[in-house]
């Protein structure tokens, strides 16, 4: 699980810069009173009466900066996208007080264990945001040693938290409240099912999909989108070994080609193969001999890929050097190679390309498991808004700005 994205490093600049935004219409007295009185000011509370459910304009702040940090807000972000940030926070924090009083109602409980899981969760984006911090103070002086490093980092990190007014226990109640909405959403929503004409209905809908952008499409066709569920026949799975141009080869035969220049950018690519030679037929001598093409591409291969093409009748994904070559492959199992603008590609025909039993099955479980959580959710949106309305919360949303 995620700590709410856990404040990037950018969002960190905005904070430790201050965190200056434009102020909402508060009178400013909200501030005053507070401090000089030691009573906390309320921004939001329930209508119904129950205790321990108001929302302080202290704790609103603390996340309310969080979010203006986040999303890099400064002191020319307009009074709208503000009104608009402080709304998102308050709603934020009275669900997070609602579901925090339905889990106690309904006498769930967070285990150990769970416990545990959400501590080291909470532990690894602490790190996270400490690396981005580090990773920021080196590039903005490369002098710093590691001990003036680690002390700089520890040095913005604490004074992130301190501006905005949070702690790590912040960050460890907010996951906390991500689990127990997630146990609420089973315990009250465990009855939900996906029924077999449900999934078939929408397994169909998304092969008819997959069929009809074909149809309409081949060239631009993306068949790994639907390759779990539809694959057009004739398809093939392809393996390739990139021998490949350097960077500057590569840029050059791609600035031709962007001037408009084919004939150019063909001559030149064809001039600069010879670099490419002793490499590619060190690997078709070994071809040659029985290697086994998986290891080999293991060995060799220079695409930043997984190396598996699926080729589809028509694509032009791939480019016409790569289709023609893998679509002229006599059977499975045999190979060829294609000069293209990256290098030369070595291609072997793996297998045909078709969606098995074993594929299908597996894509029709995680289908189900995605419609059952849409329900569940769909149900638990239902009883929230029950809560919403039983606690039916005022907001005083002149309290809500800095």
Known sequence: MRIRELLAAAAAAAILSGCTVKPAVSGGSAETSEAESGQAVIVAAPTNGAEGMDVTREEYLGEYLYYLSKNGYAADTDAETLSQAQQQVIDSIIEEKLIRAKFAEYGLEITDSEQAEIRSDVNTGIESIKSSLRSAA??????????????????????????????????????EAVLMKQKLTDSLCGGAEVTDEELSSQLQAL??????????????????????????????????????????????IVKLRSDGDDEGADRFREESLGALEGRYEKVMARIVAGDDFSELMTEFDEDEGNGIFLITPGTELFGSEIYDCAMGIDGVGGTDAAVTDYGYYILRYAEDAVVSDETLNSTAESMREYLLEQKKTELFNTEFEKWKNEYSYEIRNDLLGI
């Open 138 to 175: 080196e590039s903005a002086d490369d002098t710093l040693s590691d001990e003036e490093l680690d002390s700089r980092t520890e040095e913005q990190y604490q004074q992130l938290l301190t501006t905005c007014g949070i702690s790590e226990d912040t960050f460890y109640n907010w996951q």
């Open 207 to 252: 092969i008819a999909a997959a069929k009809s952008a074909y149809e309409e499409n081949p060239a631009n066709y993306s068949g790994q989108t639907y390759a779990s569920l539809w694959i057009p026949e004739g398809s093939r799975k392809v393996q390739g070994i990139l021998i490949g141009f350097d960077y500057d080869t590569y840029s050059q």
